[in-house]
């Protein structure tokens, strides 16, 4: 590994998540450049720090979020998750100079994947995507924060924004789905429905927050059932499933004027259709990127949240040693867990 820039820090891993953006580029769905380090939802404690870095220093606790590049038209308006330039800074597989911070002997390893690479002890990251944080909380419980976590909860607290007393529909209550439900219930929605085909993460959302549950493998309506619920429809809704025929439920499902939202990467090219009149009468769709948060902002709010007992989202972590990681993929993506969290060793 290289020596950090002026601009980069060094971190020491002590937890990263595992999240289906990884098996997404593992299956080149997402075409970065191989090999290359993945791994995007770390925690660490910064080791070292460029000449330029003011931020942070040797000692602070921190989680590493999604790299912006901090100055184009959408990042000072501040919608970094937006950035102009997320695929190169975050799928290029290297700097913007094309240079990668890991060899293997004289091989160049790609990098920078989310600018850190975190499926490993180290990661240079660059000061703009390193997020300090309190060090009263589990430190290695953190780092899915950094993506997942806050991706589901900001779809809600910071992009739906639904008002109290206001129903909302998450479809797929994976972690991201989890995530937001339970900001569903920080937010005050008094009617909140989680749609899944596996009952175990049924049963966990009606744990975490969920008011309804439905799988359509037992309600093959699942959209009447929401319309017989909340009365006429949901006021808004969020499709996590990247399935064509579920983010038209998503929709279909709304009261008019009701808001839903898409968060997830389906393979390039996948294409959704809508009956046209069901968006002309006031619905609204969005895509949601990262729940349009500012991490530096967002994310310290969602641990001061979890510390008052208002945001379990530990609820969701199952802890696998990073020689594990074979496994801990395997489990995921047969839902026998909702977030997998490698744990580096020292």
Do not use: W
């Amino acid at each position: 590994m290289e020596e950090p820039r002026a601009d980069e820090v060094r971190v020491r891993v002590v937890g990263v998540g595992v999240c289906h953006t990884d098996f997404s580029v593992r299956d080149q769905f997402y075409p970065v450049p191989l090999p290359a380090v993945l791994g995007h939802e770390a925690s660490g404690v910064v080791e070292q720090v460029g000449r330029q870095v003011a931020k942070v220093e040797p000692g602070d606790h921190v989680v590493l979020t999604y790299l912006p590049c901090g100055a184009c038209r959408n990042c000072v308006q501040g919608k970094p998750a937006y950035c102009l330039y997320t695929f190169p800074y975050n799928f290029g597989g290297a700097r913007l100079d094309q240079s990668t911070a890991l060899r293997k002997g004289s091989d160049a390893i790609h990098s920078h994947f989310f600018g850190q690479s975190s499926f490993a002890t180290h990661v240079l990251a660059s000061e703009r995507n390193v997020v300090k944080v309190r060090k009263d909380v589990p430190l290695e419980l953190l780092g899915p924060l950094g993506c997942g976590i806050q991706t589901g909860a900001g779809a809600v607290l910071n992009s739906l924004r639904p008002a109290a007393g206001s129903s909302i529909v998450v479809f797929g209550t994976g972690s991201v789905g989890m995530s937001a439900v339970m900001a569903a219930r920080v937010a005050g929605c008094t009617t909140i429905i989680g749609v899944d085909i596996q009952s175990n993460r049924l049963n966990a959302a009606r744990e975490l927050g969920a008011t309804h549950t439905i799988n359509p493998k037992e309600i093959p309506d699942p959209v009447g059932e929401i319309q017989k619920i909340t009365g006429g429809g949901a006021d808004y809704s969020l499709d996590t499933t990247v399935s064509p025929k579920v983010f038209r439920q998503a929709v279909d499902c709304l009261i008019v004027t009701g808001i839903c939202g898409l968060i997830g990467g389906a393979a390039l090219g996948t294409e959704v259709t809508f009956d046209m009149n069901t968006i002309l009468f006031g619905r609204t769709v969005r895509g949601i990127i990262e729940g349009d948060s500012i991490p530096e902002i967002f994310i310290p709010r969602l641990i001061d949240l979890y510390t008052q007992g208002r945001f379990p989202f530990d609820r969701l972590i199952r802890k696998y040693q990073f020689e594990e990681i074979n496994q801990a993929v395997q489990d995921s993506e047969q839902g026998q867990v909702f977030k997998p969290v490698l744990m580096m060793a020292g």
